[in-house]
């Protein structure tokens, strides 16, 4: 398509000479005027091709217009289409054919800007005809396309299963689709009268009407929030609502496109939901989650309100356990039924939650406490309420109940400290005797815990060695020598300091600890003992050890004394073990086992507190006990200095009577004053101990 | 916001377009009163750009008569506008065409034709996702993927924004070539301040669905990463291996360089 090849008429050197010539000249002159697709020797050898065929028109006997014409229109299908070129084409002409006759270049120039208007009138009419129909065809194929799009649209729209409106951002709804319609029950005809005042809802989430004016204005492209709409009949519609704003071409709001998913039965089940994670669903009442949601949201914010205060019942039905495992579980649920309803029905106040725990306790949350007695009233009106009988399954069933009471101010208190603190006041209600409430005491609370932590801490203390033992002589009252000591064990507390037996050995008893620590404070005496045999010989004292009850029930009690004995050289006449008439006697009243294997080892046996037993002279007769510790309480009753009490002397005298009749000593405890000794030696009493003569100490301040 | 595929660009004709504004520059009659308007209005102001869009045509056929001298045989003329005199298969005889455009009515007119030149196809698509136009049905049923291509991108970078991502579009095609494949690319620019005139040419197609990024011959170098490129280097359009015997620079001060490349 790019070179035409102009056919000459005929050939001949000189004319060929000329041609090149004619070319050179109107190629520089044409040059760069239009864009043609050929190179600079192409366009040369094209116009050498035309100049030809111009020579051949100047120099033919006539003149053929045609010919002419057609190289004009010939520069014009080569694209040298601009007016330039012709323009400098006819001067190149008028000035290479200047010798020639005026008339014939004229012609020439004629039908040559003719041939070339004519091909290019002819060229542009065509590239219009084009390039319109490329338009026309086009627009058609876009407006073919915007109407498949604007049907596909339509087609979503209208059948898609979320609703759909487009509003004006007035507030007009303009249209709306069947979803939506379904969804709301009003029609489309409706729907379009209505405007975004009429969807307005009070359960609106409060953003919504902020996000909405954000959108209206331009500030915002979507927002996304759960809504609520009320159909036509009145029931609400839960929704999941997407706005977006389409702009116009200057970018201002124009249209409200909202889709809507109905999410009501979603929403329902959730609501549902959170109302079972937050409800027990046997009496209905909140349960423990929503009771401690609750305190934990009071705790929080107990430091902005300063001296606020709260309240705890903890409340628990009193043997519970014996009507469910007697009438059955069914019964003891349907009681509890009754218990949660009549506190609902009398505990509503404002601020005040009752819920269940779980099993029998519920426990009431008072918000805002004006102090204990607004909390104790809440307690008794709880009480009074459980009190009233309950029928279920044709029984009539007497409850009652017991509460512990805590209240507190909010702040500096936890959920874990107040539900510990009501726990605790909950037990001392049941240990009271139940059907009552016990109402918070800290200290009584401090003790206890401090009783516990020694408690627990003793196994760990005995590892680390915290306990020592101290003696305290025991003298004869005839000459106030003494003749021998009682082991008594120490506890160095690293927090408390040193504790005596009275903190601990109790506990020790009810743990089982005391096997060990007894077994260790008898090697400990029994090891003094010995040293003290070696230094003294047959004037070393006595050494006394208190054998607990819980030790003397333990199998191993006689084989560890045996051990003892044989690991430390203690000659076991010079060990005497102290124990209480309950730690001799078996349970029946006879004497236990190991009483007997004991006394068979050697050691001498000392009836410890005797006087605040049953103190059966009967059986002590029969048994292999050498002593009688007279009880300290006894001893007392000798003190006053304005006289002694005459009971006490005349049954401390009938005990000493008796126990010398039946060939046993008798030491007196906690001898205090000079009055006392004096009427212990009166009354024939052996030996004696307590602070009158000397209080416990380490073996090196034993004087002996 | 994008438009989405299957929505149709609007045919504005009180709009100009690039395309029939460039022909109208090469003297052509594909082209309406408001593409007319909008060309004189350019060449008041700067008649350099009518010598320039020739000699940035004229770049096109001497690159593509080169390539093709060295056996290339598909091209991809993206933002090939209307077809005029010297197009891309007419300069390879028996070689494969696709030409890519996104104006619909160069791509309508460019079908009509087109419609009976064997090796060719026209694609309405966006230059500006190679991978979009690398996947087009056209180009997939037209071109060897094993053999070299050449990617034409005349005179069209000149209206893709640094924002997006012009030299990643470049890489985009070069990565679908094979070794051997090149890019042919020529852009508005220079490596000098703009003059009066031009800033106001240049302001005149901010204001139009097109502006104009004019691009010093360095950034056109960096638009080819590391691809190889041809002597002479990145260079005036009528300096890229100007034809022998063609005795004239062209006309004015032409803005706009051109270069090359070889995908190694």
Not at chain 1, 314 to 329: A, Q, R
Not at chain 1, 448 to 462: F, G, I, K, N
Not at chain 1, 544 to 569: C, F, H, P, W, Y
Not at chain 2, 146 to 175: C, K, M, N, S, W
Request: aromatic share 6%.
């Amino acid at each position: 398509m790019t070179a035409l090849s102009p056919t000459p008429t005929s050939w001949d050197r000189p004319r060929d000479r000329a041609a090149e010539r004619l070319a050179r000249s109107w190629s520089l002159a044409i040059a760069g005027t239009s864009y043609v697709s050929m190179n600079g020797l192409e366009v040369q050898d094209f116009l050498t091709a035309l100049s030809s065929r111009l020579i051949h028109a100047l120099t033919a006997e006539t003149f053929d217009p045609d010919d002419v014409r057609e190289v004009g229109s010939t520069l014009v299908a080569t694209h040298f289409t601009e007016p330039t070129t012709l323009e400098r084409t006819v001067a190149v002409i008028a000035e290479q054919f200047a010798k020639a006759p005026t008339r014939r270049v004229a012609e020439i120039q004629g039908a040559l800007a003719a041939g070339y208007a004519q091909a290019l009138r002819d060229r542009v009419l065509d590239e219009q005809e084009e390039i319109r129909t490329a338009a026309l065809w086009a627009r058609a194929r876009a407006e073919e396309s915007r109407r498949v799009s604007e049907a596909r649209f339509r087609a979503i729209f209208a059948g898609a299963a979320i609703g759909m409106s487009v509003s004006t951002v007035d507030g007009q709804v303009i249209e709306v689709n069947q979803a939506l319609c379904d969804m709301l029950g009003y029609s489309s005809d409706e729907l379009r009268l209505m405007t975004f005042e009429d969807f307005v809802h009070p359960q609106d989430p409060p953003v919504a009407a902020g996000m909405f004016e954000e959108l209206l204005s331009g500030g915002r492209d979507q927002f996304r929030i759960e809504k609520p709409y009320l159909h036509k009949d009145g029931h609400q519609v839960w929704t999941d609502l997407v706005a977006s704003i389409i702009r116009d071409e200057d970018g201002e709001p124009k249209w409200l496109v909202a889709m809507f998913e109905d999410i009501t039965e979603r929403y329902l089940l959730q609501l549902r939901l959170r109302h079972q994670a937050l409800h027990d669903p046997l009496t209905q009442l909140p349960n423990r989650t929503m009771f401690f949601d609750r305190l934990a949201e009071l705790l929080a914010g107990a430091e902005e309100e300063a001296g606020s205060r709260v309240g705890v019942c903890y409340l628990d039905v009193d043997g519970f356990k014996v009507i469910n495992d007697t009438l059955g579980h069914d019964v003891g649920d349907q009681l509890l039924q009754t218990v949660a309803r009549r506190l609902a029905r009398s505990i509503s106040g404002d601020g005040q939650l009752v819920a269940r725990m779980g099993g029998d306790e519920f426990v009431v949350l008072i918000e805002r406490s004006e102090g204990t007695d607004d909390v104790v009233a809440v307690a008794e009106r709880a009480l009074d309420t459980v009190r009233a009988p309950v029928h279920v399954g044709g029984h009539e069933i007497s409850i009652s109940a017991s509460i512990g009471v805590v209240e507190q101010p909010l702040r500096g208190t936890s959920t874990g400290e107040l539900m510990k603190a009501a726990d605790t006041t909950l037990y001392w209600a049941k240990a009271d005797g139940r059907n009552r409430l016990a109402l918070f005491d800290a200290e009584r609370h401090a003790r206890e815990v401090t009783r516990y932590e020694l408690s627990a801490s003793m196994p760990a203390a005995l590892e680390r060695r915290e306990f020592f033992v101290e003696y305290q002589p025991l003298v004869r009252l005839g000459d106030a020598v003494t003749i021998g000591v009682e082991a008594l064990v120490r506890w160095r507390h690293p927090r408390f300091g040193v504790l005596g037996p009275d903190a601990f050995i109790g506990m020790a008893e009810e743990t089982g600890l005391i096997v060990p620590l007894g077994r260790w404070v008898l090697h400990e005496a029994c090891k003094q003992a010995a040293r003290w045999q070696a230094e003294h010989g047959a004037k070393a004292p006595l050494m006394s050890v208190n054998l607990a009850v819980r030790q003397m029930r333990d199998r191993t009690i006689v084989r560890d004394v045996k051990a003892i004995l044989e690991q430390t050289g203690l000659a076991p006449d010079r060990l005497q073990l102290e124990l209480t008439e309950s730690a001799v006697m078996g349970s029946g009243g006879e004497p236990t086992e190991a009483l007997n294997a004991l006394a068979a080892l050697g050691p001498r046996i000392a009836i410890d507190d005797f006087g605040t037993g049953y103190s059966n002279f009967a059986y002590l007769r029969h048994l292999p006990v050498h002593s009688l510790k007279l009880a300290g309480s006894f001893v007392a009753g000798l003190r006053p200095p304005e006289g002694a009490d005459p009971v006490d002397q005349k049954i401390i005298a009938a005990v000493i009577g008796l126990a010398h009749a039946l060939n046993l000593s008798v030491t007196a405890e906690g001898v205090e004053t000079a009055e006392q000794a004096d009427r212990l030696l009166a009354l024939g009493c052996d030996t004696a101990q307590g602070w009158y003569y000397a209080s416990s100490g380490p073996a090196s301040a034993i004087k002996l | 916001m994008e438009r989405p595929s299957w929505a149709p660009a609007d045919v504005d004709l009180d709009q100009p377009s690039v395309a029939r504004v460039y022909d109208y520059y090469l003297g052509g009659s594909h082209n309406f009163a408001a593409d007319r308007a909008f060309a004189e209005q350019i060449l008041k102001v700067m008649p350099a750009v009518a010598p320039l869009t020739r000699s940035n045509r004229a770049f096109l056929r001497r690159a593509v008569t080169m390539l093709a001298g060295q056996g290339i045989q598909q091209f991809i003329d993206l933002g090939s506008g209307i077809p005029t005199v010297g197009n891309v298969h007419e300069l390879v005889p028996g070689g494969k065409v696709v030409y890519v455009d996104h104006d619909p009515v160069a791509v309508a007119h460019s079908r009509a034709i087109l419609a009976d030149v064997p090796g060719t196809a026209v694609v309405a698509a966006d230059l500006r996702a190679p991978a979009d136009v690398l996947a087009t049905p056209q180009v997939q049923g037209l071109l060897d993927f094993t053999q070299p291509i050449a990617f034409l991108l005349a005179a069209v970078l000149h209206f893709v924004p640094d924002e997006e991502r012009p030299a990643d579009i470049v890489a985009g095609y070069a990565a679908a070539g094979v070794p051997g494949s090149h890019i042919v690319l020529s852009h508005a620019g220079l490596d000098r301040p703009l003059t009066p005139a031009e800033e106001a040419a240049k302001e005149m197609y901010r204001k139009s669905p097109t502006p104009l990024i004019l691009r010093s011959s360095q950034e056109v170098a960096t638009l080819l990463g590391d691809l190889t490129i041809l002597e002479p280097g990145v260079v005036a359009t009528y300096d890229w291996r100007p034809d022998p015997g063609t005795e004239t620079a062209p006309d004015g001060d032409a803005i706009g360089c051109a270069a090359v490349a070889r995908k190694d």
